[in-house]
């Protein structure tokens, strides 16, 4: 498994940006396909953005898309979220996760998990 850390949440306005990092402790980074997941209070866990081992191919919730842009970057072994126009419904505790190779929108197919980080927008 992989070691992941979140970073850069915090409290912002509707309308505001925030950057989101994920480290992951691993020598074979490239190797990995990285999604990001949130999850509001009383909700389920649900997929945000997520991109293949090639830093290629990326994939997005509906209610994220044009506002999110997720970047792998394997020198750093960091992959970050960009998030961009935030709205109070964006307010979760957002997770990164990896897995070897393909991306995937599914929560159960990633293998390891950081601790998430706080987001919350206040409208």
């Known amino acids: 498994q992989v070691q992941l850390a979140e970073s850069g949440g915090g409290l912002v306005q509707a309308g505001a940006s925030l950057r989101l990092s994920c480290a992951a402790s691993?020598?074979?980074?490239?190797?990995?396909?990285m999604g990001w997941f949130r999850q509001a209070p009383g909700k389920e866990r649900e997929f945000v953005a997520a991109q293949g081992w090639a830093a290629g191919t990326t994939y997005y919730a509906d209610s994220v898309k044009g506002r999110f842009t997720i970047s792998k970057d394997n020198a750093r072994n960091t992959v970050f979220l960009q998030m961009d126009s935030l709205r109070s419904d964006d307010t979760a505790v957002y997770y990164c996760?990896?897995?070897?190779?393909?991306?995937?929108?599914?929560?159960?197919?990633?293998?390891?998990w950081g601790q998430g980080t706080q987001v919350t927008v206040s409208s």
């Open positions: 996760a990896a897995r070897l190779f393909r991306a995937s929108m599914t929560a159960s197919d990633y293998d390891s």
């Open positions: 691993t020598r074979i980074f490239s190797n990995y396909a």
